[in-house]
């Protein structure tokens, strides 16, 4: 195995991570502004129906251009996803007269569209870097990582929303800087956002 290979990996484990922590803190987010418990199981959905929607255009977009090229864009629609979650519960949105909660699903939708973006390009990438009797052991670690990744991902989003854990990152202010970063929701988007971030690092 070759450098490139430990990158994609490594690109793969902290999106897969930061998908699986986002759940949680979206479904907190939900909790925060009091939206009916309805719509929690809906998260998934929204996160999900981009899969079986642009089922048919994904792959022909990660064909379009260099694989890590297409997890980079992916990336950066996930954070572009967690930004809009973070402004979800803005109250200026009230004025349209939109339930909050349909704003935080609609987010989290956009973090889906990367996602199913991503997932063609980080098989096919393989195929650039290695040769042909190596693919079933790097397909054999991008599962596995997967796998580690949405266990971990579940259990650290949870942590983020622990009150004393994000009570300790809330205290943590940039001099100067006053954001509207008040609840554990918010600064667990935060640090998914940054999670975001290392995974466009990697594919850069």
Known sequence: MNLGFYIIMAAQFFSAL???????AAIAMLRDIHSPAQYEPLLKLF????????AAFVGAFADSMAKGRVMLISNTIKIAGCFMLLVATVPMLDVLGIPLYYYVLLSYGVVGLGAAAYSPAKYGILTEYLPHDKLVVANGWIEGLTVAAIILGTVLGGVLINPKVSGFLLTIDLPGVDTPIDTPAEVAMVVISLLYLIAAIFNF
């Not at 930061?18 to 949680?24: E, K, P, S």
């Not at 996160?47 to 642009?54: C, D, K, Q, R």
């Open 18 to 24: 930061a998908d699986n922590a986002l759940l949680i």
């Open 47 to 54: 996160f999900t129906v981009s899969y079986v929607a642009l």
